[in-house]
């Protein structure tokens, strides 16, 4: 769980000092939603769910309990990730339902003309399409 909220292995023997055990490196930080964002994989930018976030990092952080009794059955963990992946999907598919709502509405000049009598400049299509290479 570490390793996918970090980008970093468990043991990296490149890193010195405490960094290089990512279980000593990363528990003080994982229940912290402040400092939380010291210990995430730089690669994701920032662009993950904040809240998504804490709650791997809280999971994670009872899998690590030293008394085996007390870390979370299986079962509870895959609830509490899919709990984490529930949010995420419903935005999709509501941003997804959204957008194909929207795309009949829209009207194109070029709807009612003939496809033999479009020019490049006259299709909103085509232009949209070169905009990107222009920027």
């Not at 468990?10 to 890193?15: E, F, L």
């Not at 990512?22 to 930080?29: F, G, Q, S, T």
């Not at 085996?68 to 941003?95: C, D, F, G, W, Y």
């Not at 194909?100 to 000049?109: L, Y």
Request: charged share 25%; with cysteine; net charge positive.
């Amino acid at each position: 769980m570490l390793e996918l909220l970090s980008g970093r292995r468990a043991v990296d023997k490149t890193i010195a000092g405490m960094e290089q055990n990512l279980v000593d490196w990363a528990k003080p930080y994982l229940s912290d939603k402040r400092r939380l964002f010291r210990i995430m994989d730089t690669k994701l930018e920032g662009q993950y769910p904040q809240k998504g976030a804490f709650m791997a990092a809280t999971l994670a952080l009872q899998c690590l309990n030293s008394e085996a009794k007390t870390r979370p059955p299986m079962t509870e963990v895959l609830a509490t990730l899919e709990q984490i992946e529930a949010p995420k999907t419903t935005t999709r598919n509501s941003h997804s339902e959204h957008h194909r709502v929207q795309t009949p509405v829209r009207k194109s000049p070029a709807r009612n003309r003939s496809p033999l009598n479009l020019t490049p400049s006259a299709s909103p299509l085509h232009a949209h399409r070169q905009s990107p290479r222009v920027h």
